[in-house]
């Protein structure tokens, strides 16, 4: 009997089969909690979610606005901003949508950003991502702070040149690995500080997400990135339920200092962000790192 692969590959019977195992496969992705099963409201309740206009952060702020809270959008590019902001309130019917622009990458933005919240806001109760206006949250408790990172904190190093960009290993996602590693030593450092406050810190992996952080990557690339994805990665909105699940979830209430996987379990970090010595150096660091002339930051972390 004579055959050629490209027989099977043009039977019928193959695209059937590639069909049911690629719903098979995305059908092993449900969470096994959802924020639509959480009946929590939070009318009355101020969040600031940042990177709000897109992907996680959209879906986060979108959740909360649901529950009726009262949302500032925390966004660099102002159109975006503005355009996540009507689609928001269009969807959920709350007007108490508000934007509010800050560039992560400028400490002067964020200052600027931190005072704009002081001066507004009466209260804030939940805040995503961010890590300004800490006085005025201590005044709004019970208050929940969270900090998205990532499994590959894992994979990053302890090495403080890298806060003045030196030494810094440009190999594919070092830098991002770094990174998340230093979000969750200072989340853990910042709940030790904040014990008996009523604001609880915590960090998270979202999960592999499919988000459009690969937009700037060459075709090739972002092509076989969305085509792994489609089958294991999980959405935008998949990748908000752990963000969402700390904020918000009974489960979480008074839980702090800790890290979250994307299943919204307790899980151990990575063993220097479970060193108290390392974050007390940590935190003090970034304290003298960005203590600029400009000491209107000084009381958003008193």
Not at 58 to 79: N, P, Q, T, Y
Not at 108 to 133: C, M, P, Q, T, Y
């Amino acid at each position: 009997m004579n055959w050629e692969w490209s027989d099977i590959y043009s039977h019928p019977l193959w695209m059937v089969s590639t069909a049911i195992l690629a719903i098979i496969v995305r059908a092993q992705r449900k969470a096994l909690w959802n924020p639509r099963a959480c009946p929590v409201k939070l009318n009355g309740k101020t969040a600031v979610v940042t990177g709000a206009n897109t992907g996680i952060g959209k879906f986060i702020a979108l959740d909360f606005a649901r529950r009726g809270a009262r949302v500032i959008l925390a966004c660099r590019d102002e159109a975006r901003g503005t355009a996540a902001l009507q689609e928001i309130r269009e969807s959920t019917g709350n007007q108490s949508i508000h934007l509010c622009l800050l560039d992560t990458s400028s400490l002067d933005s964020v200052r600027k950003f931190a005072a704009r919240i002081l001066e507004e806001e009466k209260e804030l109760h939940i805040l995503v991502n961010n890590a300004g206006a800490s006085d005025l949250l201590k005044k709004s408790t019970p208050v929940r702070i969270v900090n998205v990172s990532s499994m590959n904190h894992w994979r990053g190093e302890v090495n403080f040149d890298h806060f003045r960009g030196h030494n810094l290993n440009n190999v594919m996602d070092a830098t991002y690995n770094h990174t998340k590693l230093h979000n969750v030593i200072w989340t853990n450092e910042l709940a030790r500080r904040l014990q008996g406050t009523g604001v609880t810190a915590n960090s998270l992996h979202p999960g592999v997400v499919m988000t459009d952080v690969m937009r700037n990557y060459n075709f090739i690339i972002r092509f076989l990135f969305n085509l792994v994805g489609f089958f294991f990665f999980k959405t935008a909105e998949e990748g908000s339920f752990s963000p969402i699940y700390c904020a918000v979830s009974e489960e979480a209430e008074g839980i702090s200092g800790k890290y979250f996987n994307s299943d919204c379990s307790l899980v151990l970090p990575a063993p220097p962000a479970r060193d108290p010595a390392l974050g007390v150096k940590e935190y003090e660091f970034c304290e003298r790192l960005t203590a600029k002339p400009y000491r209107d930051c000084s009381k958003i972390l008193s």
